[in-house]
């Protein structure tokens, strides 16, 4: 198998530093197909993936042979428990995928819009004028309020502040809890080191609070009207009949929130990080929106996930071996369809490294070619909701906000966990008037 013969601390230690030069760097010296040695992920011996054929061959693959719920599992379960969809293996991740998927499908989306909407003016009416702030962190606040009432259903008073003052704490303190994430020794408090011990106490508040929401939701007479996520997942059944227990409601919850909050709110910072860098775009945007039409938004929304994909790879471990191409992967090696990869293919995206969102205009991508949300029966739950949130998001912004960058230099990639963020958080300046 091609593929660096370096120690693994470092190819650790060059993956840490920069995972798209690690990847591109990989790519151009082995081809589609290298591993890599990287301590602390999944089994720690990585084949990684740049060809669309042997892409679709894993995303086919079942979970007798490679699992999704193995390579997640050490840094899902502290935060969102054993229950989570995350990892979830086999007949039980179907049955709960079974529950859950229904609910964030077709036209039911639909009345999470208004929502969004209000959420997404309060938000802007917030924001600074003539000072830069960090669009991240902003679209950040905007997704965790969405979460909150679309999908937990809370609505605004006491118990809404308590639980968003518990899931802003348990989310807040991520650099020492992400590295508590990879080195397992660190889960616990070390004289000084209480980050551990802190995370427990605010996710042991948080899970309390949504205890108690998930009883009084159970008992409450209008549960049937009710059209949040939680108050469907309530009702939902597997195909044996039998429902969710409150403690797989409570890992659900807490999945859908560490899986849908960060990732939407960084892969706006992207878009707005990549209008202000291509104001004839923006323009264009705008233009387009102004008569209604949103092909336009759509493509731009595609082009952002296709170069700047927020997850770079995703992963399944191996439990009986695969041939991909010429090589035979072994049972325990884990393998990842590369998102970044495939998407800087020049032979599928002519000038992978420009943003052109017309690309998306006239021709889709095939099914393996356009990955940002993965694929087969581990696919993004939230690949409808998230663009349906980013076209919301992008044009009541455009509508309501004069943005600028704050800086003139474009952001590189950085990596944050294993996403890719904008490396300052897409610093951005409101101006007074509307464009
Ligand atoms: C732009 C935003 C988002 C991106 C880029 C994204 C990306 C991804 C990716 C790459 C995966 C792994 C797929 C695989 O292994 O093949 C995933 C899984 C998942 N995502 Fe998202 N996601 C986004 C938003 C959301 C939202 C809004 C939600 C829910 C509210 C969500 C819920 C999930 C869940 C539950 C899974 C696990 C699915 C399973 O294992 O069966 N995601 N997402």
Redesign the pocket.
């Known amino acids: 198998m091609p593929g660096s013969s370096a120690p693994a601390a470092i190819q650790t230690a060059q993956f840490l530093r920069s995972i798209d030069g690690f990847l591109e760097r990989g790519r151009r010296r082995y081809g589609d197909v290298f591993s890599a040695r990287i301590l602390g992920f999944a089994t720690g011996r990585i084949v990684f993936l740049a060809d669309p054929e042997h892409v679709e061959q894993v995303f086919k693959t079942g979970p007798s042979v490679a699992r999704?719920g193995d390579a997640a599992r050490r840094s899902v379960e502290p935060v969102a428990g054993v229950s989570s969809?995350?990892s979830l293996d086999g007949p039980r991740?179907l049955d709960h995928?079974r529950i859950l998927l229904p609910r964030?499908h077709g036209d039911r989306l639909e009345l999470y819009t208004g929502v969004m909407r209000e959420e997404v003016d309060a938000a802007v009416a917030a924001w600074p004028i003539d000072e830069p702030f960090a669009m991240r962190e902003a679209m950040a606040d905007l997704t965790l309020e969405v979460?909150m009432r679309a999908?937990f259903g809370l609505r605004h008073g006491r118990r809404y502040d308590e639980v968003r003052a518990a899931l802003v704490a348990m989310m807040e303190n991520d650099l020492a809890f992400n590295l508590a994430l990879m080195v397992p020794v660190l889960r616990r408090e070390i004289g000084p080191w209480k980050a551990w011990g802190d995370f427990q106490r605010v996710r042991a508040q948080a899970y309390s609070l949504l205890r108690t929401e998930i009883e009084e939701r159970r008992a409450a007479p209008d549960l049937e009207q009710r059209t949040d996520i939680l108050s469907m997942l309530i009702q939902g059944r597997a195909k044996d009949g039998t429902g969710l227990s409150d403690d797989e409601l409570l890992d659900e919850l807490m999945?859908?929130l560490v899986?849908?909050h960060e990732?939407?709110a960084t892969?706006l910072a992207w878009t707005f990080e990549l209008l202000h860098r291509h104001p004839a775009v923006k323009h264009q945007l705008v233009a387009e929106l102004a008569t209604g039409d949103e092909a336009y938004l759509g493509a731009v929304i595609d082009e952002v996930?296709r170069l700047r994909?927020?997850?770079p790879f995703?992963a399944r471990v191996l439990h009986e071996p695969l041939q991909i191409g010429p090589h035979v992967l072994e049972p325990g090696v884990t393998v990842a369809p590369c998102?970044h990869l495939v998407h800087r293919r020049e032979d599928i995206y002519p000038d992978p490294e420009a943003f052109r969102p017309e690309r998306f205009l006239d021709t889709r991508p095939s099914t393996y070619e356009w990955i940002?949300?993965?694929?087969?029966?581990?696919?993004?739950?939230?690949a409808s909701?998230?663009p349906l949130e980013m076209k919301v998001v992008i044009r009541r912004v455009l509508e309501t906000a004069r943005l600028e960058p704050a800086s003139p230099e474009p952001e590189r990639i950085r990596r944050r966990t294993v996403f890719f963020v904008p490396e300052h958080g897409a610093r951005t300046i409101r101006r007074a008037a509307v464009t």
């Open positions: 999704a969809l995350l991740h995928r964030f979460i999908v999945t859908l899986a849908g990732t939407t892969a996930l994909p927020v997850v995703v998102v940002p949300f993965g694929g087969g029966t581990r696919r993004c739950l939230g909701f998230a």
